[in-house]
Nanobody
């Protein structure tokens, strides 16, 4: 059974920084996809950042240059460093994992939210102006 637990959210002023972490417990596979999503009140859940097996990363246009996703395979931890935070970054942030029936690599950034079958409980990020 796979479980994801996020931490690191909080309240900061615009321009501040936060670092989110997501610890994965249970068995993991080399081709699991992991991604950060966020959902603001009244809005759809959107992909924020993804990291591929080869370490390449993809970001939503709204966070490019400010957010950095990373993964520590030895610690089964996914992180999101968020700098220069803006009020529009206020949302619940979720990490998610997609698992496949094969062992082939998949393009994690191309997968929509419904491909991710495992989700954390979310961590709230609030940015005040």
């Amino acid at each position: 059974q796979v479980q994801l637990v996020e931490s690191g959210g909080g309240s900061v002023q615009a321009g501040g920084s936060l670092r989110l972490s997501c610890v994965v417990s249970g068995s993991t596979r080399i081709n699991d996809c992991m991604r950060w999503f966020r959902q603001a009140p009244g809005k759809e859940r959107e992909g924020v950042a993804a990291i591929e097996i080869d370490g390449s990363t993809t970001y939503a246009d709204s966070v490019k240059g400010r957010f950095t996703i990373s993964k520590d395979n030895a610690k089964n931890t996914l992180s999101l460093q968020m700098n220069s935070l803006k009020p529009e970054d206020t949302a619940m942030y979720y990490c998610a994992l997609a698992r496949f029936s094969d062992m082939a690599p998949h393009r994690c950034a191309a997968l929509g939210r419904y491909a991710y079958g495992y989700w954390g409980q979310g961590t709230q990020v609030t940015v005040s102006s």
